[in-house]
């Protein structure tokens, strides 16, 4: 134990934790050192020095390739955690200096991206048109792990109650119901009263399985007495939905406020018809523990400002 705390306080550097990374992502001592730009002995070299440092085994080697270690994979953790800190203080130092306003992270959900998150970030920029936005896309189960190793400021999306943790802390901004769209011009959009018959006959872009909301999507079809589409394309991604709303000429369900974003593009219509599936609020959440940046506090602020347009809209 005392080997452990003096590397890691002492011994450890930058240059150790970014091949510890490279090592985790790439699991092979060849491709690991053509990304560093050094010779494969070199990661050899480095590897085993930070072994011994420690006094472990951190990644086994074998003509397959290498393989993290149970402590290896918890100092991979850990150097992505430190990488992510030193990268945000870096960029937030060179904001300073060159006059910007600094650098947010934010990690988004489908629901929040089209309405929430594009209007926020407009706020933003037209106040400080030199900050940057990162902006990844994807559902808690990818976003989340990156929360909680620094390498996102904020998440922006439904509130799930499933994800709910004590090391988490949410804030609910609007509710935003589900509505059943197809592409401009279907012949659903001329009819008075589409309804579940009418999607239960023909292709639908659902989410995959494991979604809560596919299990409430299928709840609905089975309360109108119908069964689920048999033709269905699988996808959470609202460009994949849009996409065969027009190839496939088939129907799917997405947030209100997404939906209207992409019909005032032309793209899908609304659907006259009540999609009856309880869904939680959009909302931010953010690590309990670890104090906002000032250009994350911004951006929380302009979401909420987004959020009360949308809902007086």
Known sequence: MANIDRALRSNIKLRHLQLLVALDEFRHLGRTAEFLSVSQPAVSRVLTEVEKMLGL????????????TAAGESLVRFARSVLAQYEQTRDEIAAVESGASGRIRIGSMGAALPALLARAVGMLKERSPRATVLVEEGDLTHLLPKLRLSELDLIVGRLEPGYAAPDLQTEALYVDPMVAVVRRGHRLTRKASPGWRDLAQMPCVLPPP???????????????????????????????????AVERDAAGFMARSAAQALEAEGRLRILAMDVPVELPPV???????????????????????AAAELTAH
Request: glycine share 4%; aromatic share 8%.
């Open 210 to 244: 494991w979604a809560s909301l596919r299990v409430k999507i299928e709840q609905a079809f089975h309360q109108h007495g119908l069964h689920p589409p048999q033709d269905v394309i699988e996808s959470s991604s609202y460009l994949a939905l849009a996409t065969f």
């Open 283 to 305: 909302g931010v959440m953010t690590l309990r523990e670890r104090p906002l940046t000032s250009s994350a506090a911004q951006m929380i602020d302009y979401l909420r400002r």
């Open 57 to 68: 085994t951190l990644f086994t080697r074998s003509t397959r390739g290498t393989e993290p």
